[in-house]
């Protein structure tokens, strides 16, 4: 006969404590996803490269719209704090020094995956969907595509695009500043 088994959940206020006392480090390399402490990815030459140009890309072509965070928390509720590679986020004064950006402050999420695909589809992007994220852009390194998640529902986005090399794209809340996929896969 099987056990039932009650996982306990973490609260964002928790994962900090155990940070403060030393139990996580900085070089643990975890985020809290749905309460649960997990380990993120290893970031390889080319994911390292990719999340570079983009800082580099959005910084000049956002600069005076938009906020770029780069592999910083964005805290969705109290049970979920992941961090995504950027963030284009709402402008704030004090650039998120008091809070972290909520779902609600985001214009996209980027998430450049190499190793990690299946987690940030399947786990991630709901949640993200879930909890404000109006646009999830997604860099599959391993197609050399980018996937664009759009019309966020509580179930999930209802719109999925898919730019290739040679394709243009733009942020939905920036209709207006187009540029090359290229320009992010390298």
């Given at each position: 006969?099987?056990?039932?088994?009650?996982k306990?959940?973490?609260t964002?206020?928790e994962?900090?404590?155990m940070?403060?006392?030393?139990?996580?480090?900085?070089?643990?390399?975890?985020?809290?996803?749905?309460?649960?402490?997990?380990q993120?990815?290893?970031?390889?030459?080319?994911?390292a490269?990719?999340?570079n140009r983009a800082?580099d890309?959005?910084?000049f072509?956002f600069?005076?719209?938009?906020?770029?965070?780069?592999?910083?928390?964005v805290r969705l509720?109290?049970?979920?704090?992941p961090?995504?590679?950027?963030?284009?986020?709402?402008?704030?004064?004090?650039?998120?020094?008091?809070?972290h950006?909520t779902?609600?402050?985001?214009?996209?999420?980027?998430?450049v995956?190499?190793?990690?695909?299946?987690?940030?589809?399947?786990?991630?992007l709901?949640i993200y969907a879930?909890?404000?994220?109006?646009?999830?852009?997604?860099?599959?390194?391993?197609?050399d595509?980018?996937?664009?998640?759009?019309d966020?529902?509580?179930?999930?986005?209802?719109?999925s695009?898919?730019?290739?090399?040679?394709d243009?794209?733009?942020?939905?809340?920036?209709p207006?500043?187009?540029?090359?996929v290229?320009d992010?896969?390298?």
């Open positions: 006969m099987r056990a039932d088994v009650t306990k959940l973490f964002v206020d994962y900090y404590q940070a403060e006392a030393g139990i996580l480090k900085p070089e643990d390399r975890v985020e809290l996803i749905e309460g649960e402490i997990i993120m990815s290893p970031i390889g030459n080319r994911h490269g990719c999340v800082t890309l959005f910084t072509l600069r005076g719209k938009a906020v770029v965070t780069v592999q910083n928390p509720n109290i049970y979920n704090e961090q995504p590679d950027l963030v284009l986020a709402k402008p704030r004064a004090d650039y998120y020094a008091s809070k950006p779902g609600e402050d985001t214009f996209l999420v980027l998430e995956a190499d190793t990690a695909l299946r987690k940030d589809r399947k786990v991630k709901p879930r909890l404000g994220v109006p646009e999830v852009w997604i860099e599959d390194l391993k197609h595509l980018i996937l664009v998640f759009r966020r529902a509580d179930t999930g986005y209802k719109k695009l898919t730019f290739r090399r040679g243009s794209l733009s942020a939905a809340a920036f207006e500043i187009t540029f090359k290229e992010l896969l390298g």
